[in-house]
C-alpha cells in the first residue's frame, strides 16, 4: 500500500496562483472519482476542501480547486492567502481491496 | 453539532495492548460508516480502518492487519478500536472520522506511544 506521491512542498506569494500535484496508478487516482484533498494546520484535525476530484464542500472558499489527468489529480489554490499556509493531503480510493490511499503531504507555505 | 470524542491513548510498552474509543454525537450514528486514521509525529496521514453501518464489514491497513480489530457499538454511538501486539512504529495520534462523500468530521485525535 504506498501512498499517493506529492511534492514536498511548494510556496507562493500571497495572491498568486499555487498548484499540488497528487501522483498514483490505475488502481487509484486513474480509475476512480474518488479523490479528496485535506488541509491540516499544525495541531489540528484534517478538513476536507475538494471531494470527488473537483467538488467543493459548504463553506469552504472558491479560491480552492481541483482537477484529474490521467493518473495524477491536482489541487489549485488561488489568490494564496497567509492562512492556507498548512499541510495538504490528496486521498483516493484504491481498487487494492485494502484503505484508501493517503498522498505524502504537502507543505504549503506562504512567502 | 457532530462531534467525536477519542478517547484511551497513552503510553504501552511493545508487545502491550490499548483499546481507543469515539464517542459520536450529533448525527444518527447507526448508519454511517465509520473510519481510524492515524499520524505518527511530524509524519503524514494513514488511514488505518473502517467499517460498515452495522460492523459486518471491516477493512484494514496492512501494516495493522491482524493486530487491530474495529468494531462499533451501535447503541452507545460509540467506535473502538482494539489495538494488540504494539509496535514502536504504531506511535502516533489516532483520530476517528466519518467521511461522507462531501462531508468529513473528525475527533482531536488521542495519542498512543509505544516505547519501552
Given at each position: 500500500q504506498s501512498a499517493l506521491a506529492q511534492p514536498a512542498s511548494?510556496?507562493?506569494?500571497?495572491?498568486?496562483?499555487?498548484?499540488?500535484?497528487?501522483?498514483?496508478?490505475?488502481?487509484?487516482?486513474?480509475t476512480y472519482k474518488y479523490v479528496s484533498w485535506y488541509q491540516q494546520h499544525p495541531g489540528k484535525a484534517p478538513k476536507l476542501m475538494i471531494y470527488e476530484v473537483s467538488n467543493r464542500p459548504s463553506g469552504v472558499s472558491n479560491r480552492f480547486s481541483g482537477s484529474k489527468s490521467g493518473n495524477t489529480a491536482s489541487l489549485t489554490i488561488s489568490g494564496l492567502q497567509a492562512e492556507d499556509e498548512a499541510d495538504y493531503y490528496c486521498s483516493s480510493y484504491t481498487s487494492s481491496s485494502t484503505v484508501d490511499l493517503f498522498g505524502t503531504g504537502t507543505k504549503v507555505t506562504v512567502l | 453539532e457532530v462531534q467525536l470524542v477519542e478517547s484511551g491513548g497513552g503510553s504501552v510498552q511493545p508487545g502491550g495492548s490499548l483499546r481507543l474509543s469515539c464517542v459520536a454525537s450529533g448525527f444518527t450514528f447507526n448508519i454511517f460508516w465509520m473510519h481510524w486514521v492515524r499520524q505518527a509525529p511530524g509524519k503524514g496521514l494513514v488511514w488505518v480502518s473502517r467499517i460498515n453501518s452495522d460492523g459486518s464489514s471491516t477493512i484494514y491497513a496492512d501494516s495493522v492487519k491482524g493486530r487491530f480489530t474495529i468494531s462499533r457499538d451501535n447503541a452507545k454511538n460509540t467506535l473502538y478500536l482494539q489495538m494488540n501486539s504494539l509496535r514502536a512504529e504504531d506511535t502516533a495520534v489516532y483520530y476517528c472520522a466519518r467521511v461522507v462523500v462531501s462531508t468529513s468530521n473528525w475527533g482531536q485525535g488521542t495519542l498512543v506511544t509505544v516505547s519501552s
Open positions: 511548494v510556496s507562493g506569494s500571497p495572491g498568486q496562483s499555487i498548484t499540488i500535484s497528487c501522483t498514483g496508478t490505475s488502481s487509484d487516482v486513474g | -
